[in-house]
């Protein structure tokens, strides 16, 4: 797959995940709600599992990865924020969060061939999972981790 931003946009995956993973596993240390902790928890995983899967698919096509310098370290003063402030504007941060990230992923989907569209629907949907997790648990919906779950069950 060639596009001007393709190496970009792929780079961008590692990004999210390192700085998702870390974003989440400190607002879950700092969550005295154990329903929410369980919630970023939930988050985390996804976050974890979609790495593996950028890591594999690396391997898998033969490209370098290239370690994202200062992804970590941004996910944990932002974890630290959203782990301390209310709900609602954490799941509001959330989602905004999401949009430029989806951007990129949607790129990566809409460009793909045949033997990698898998991976980058995945990738995408992943994104979309979390936005509609936001979205219903500021709508106090119940089920907002239905989306996220579905992925991590594949």
């Given amino acids: 797959m060639t596009y001007p931003q393709y190496q970009k946009d792929l780079q961008r995956i590692h990004e999210s995940e390192v700085y998702g993973r870390a974003v989440f596993a400190t607002a879950a240390r700092l969550t005295l709600n154990a329903e929410r902790k369980a919630k970023w928890l939930t988050l985390q995983a996804l976050e974890e599992e979609t790495l593996a899967r950028y890591l594999a698919y690396m391997a898998r096509t033969g490209q370098a990865v290239i370690e994202p310098?200062?992804?970590?370290?941004k996910g944990y003063a932002e974890g630290l924020a959203l782990g301390l402030m209310p709900w609602k504007l954490a799941m509001w941060l959330v989602r905004n969060a999401t949009k430029p990230f989806q951007e990129k992923?949607?790129?990566?989907?809409?460009?793909?061939g045949e033997a990698e569209r898998e991976f980058f629907a995945y990738v995408y949907a992943h994104e979309k999972a979390l936005e509609a997790f936001a979205v219903r648990e500021l709508a106090n919906e119940p089920g907002s981790l239905k989306a996220v779950e579905s992925l991590l069950a594949r």
């Fill in 69 to 73: 310098k200062g992804w970590e370290l």
């Fill in 105 to 112: 992923f949607l790129r990566l989907k809409q460009n793909s």
